[in-house]
């Protein structure tokens, strides 16, 4: 619900906010082309790393067209982060490939269910959702600005990402 606001300004409807979730949840599963970049990134990367490099390379699997919103975009790098980060994370972790999918209705539910490969509680569940309200929230600071900037050259949206990615990983942002 607040990832529809802040993209398009206003609450979903109850039928829109169900068809969004089902929407996000077709997002979840990464091309095995990205899968395989995420399997060569080392070990010892920063997250930050991972993050920026799995969004770049879905740009160049899945590039903006003349026919495509930005919105779609944005559902797909919202539907997607978790499974890229945490895809990574269990592969250098566990040497398993796991199952992106999931039947959580909830990005905090979903991300919470790839870390721990279980469904979680719902306790866990809200805190992880609060948590991701927090960060959404952060109002306008560096990566924002970065983003922002990139996007006011006409750029293409995974590029203006990528940025704010880059500039989210500085030690004086978020590190």
Known sequence: ?????????????EGGL??????????RDLPKE???????????SNMMDVLRTGCSVLGNLEP???????????DRLIASFGSMLLYWHHFHCSGKRIELNTEEDTLAGHI???????????????AMNCSLILYA???FNASTFTVRTIASTLS?????ICGGIGALRGPLHGG
Request: aromatic share 8%.
């Open 18 to 27: 169900h068809g969004y979730k089902q929407k996000l949840r077709q997002l």
């Open 34 to 44: 990205l899968k395989a970049v995420l399997e060569i990134i080392p070990k010892n």
């Open 156 to 160: 293409d949206f995974y590029s203006a």
């Open 64 to 74: 903006e067209s003349k026919t495509s919103t930005p919105f779609h975009v944005a």
């Open 112 to 126: 919470l269910q790839l870390i721990l490969q279980k469904p979680p509680g719902d306790l866990h569940r809200q």
């Open 1 to 13: 619900e607040v990832a529809w606001l802040l993209l398009r300004g206003e609450r979903p409807s």
């Open 137 to 139: 929230e952060h109002e």
